[in-house]
């Protein structure tokens, strides 16, 4: 006799049908509130946070350069590089055009490819942007039309 005939359950999940205890769509698979694993790891971490202090101020004072560059890479952190202003002539009325004009720059040395790539990715965003200003647009005209054919 199997350990599930011992105790009066069904062998498997076809013969028990649907399991009325588990939560339904919209419910929190997560009902009382236990932690997640990240939470807990963050957790953990803070609670090792004073004992990796003073390990590293250890380190630095014994001459350890891994435990000095930790140090300063968390007290003073590299700053993050800034893209010099250019100047050339782009179209700014078609985003395409305006994408292959910072591409013709990156060619002619004019702008550097970091620079052309960062140029090219707000050119992106921008296009979303107008393409959401037009799905607006187009969206209250035929909300517009559907009330005029309402009102017919």
């Given at each position: 006799?199997?350990?599930?005939?011992?105790?009066?359950?069904?062998?498997?999940?076809?013969?028990?049908?649907?399991?009325?205890?588990?939560?339904?769509?919209?419910?929190?698979?997560?009902?009382?509130?236990?932690?997640?694993?990240?939470?807990?790891?963050?957790?953990?971490?803070?609670?090792?946070?004073?004992?990796?202090?003073?390990?590293?101020?250890?380190?630095?004072?014994?001459g350890d350069a891994t435990c000095l560059k930790i140090w300063a890479d968390r007290c003073d952190p590299a700053p993050k590089s800034i893209l010099p202003a250019v100047k050339f002539n782009c179209d700014t009325v078609d985003l395409t055009q305006a994408a292959?004009?910072?591409?013709?720059?990156?060619?002619?040395?004019?702008?550097?490819?970091?620079?052309?790539?960062?140029?090219?990715?707000?050119?992106?965003?921008?296009?979303?942007?107008?393409?959401?200003?037009?799905?607006?647009?187009?969206?209250?005209?035929?909300?517009?039309?559907?009330?005029?054919?309402?009102?017919?």
């Amino acid at each position: 006799m199997g350990e599930s005939e011992k105790k009066g359950l069904p062998d498997s999940r076809k013969e028990q049908g649907k399991n009325l205890s588990r939560w339904k769509p919209g419910q929190s698979g997560n009902p009382n509130g236990r932690p997640g694993k990240g939470a807990q790891i963050r957790q953990k971490l803070m609670e090792l946070a004073p004992d990796a202090i003073r390990a590293i101020s250890e380190g630095i004072k014994k001459g350890d350069a891994t435990c000095l560059k930790i140090w300063a890479d968390r007290c003073d952190p590299a700053p993050k590089s800034i893209l010099p202003a250019v100047k050339f002539n782009c179209d700014t009325v078609d985003l395409t055009q305006a994408a292959l004009s910072v591409i013709s720059a990156i060619s002619r040395g004019d702008v550097s490819p970091e620079v052309g790539t960062s140029i090219i990715s707000a050119i992106g965003q921008a296009a979303k942007v107008a393409e959401v200003d037009e799905l607006r647009r187009e969206l209250a005209d035929l909300q517009s039309a559907v009330r005029d054919m309402r009102n017919e």
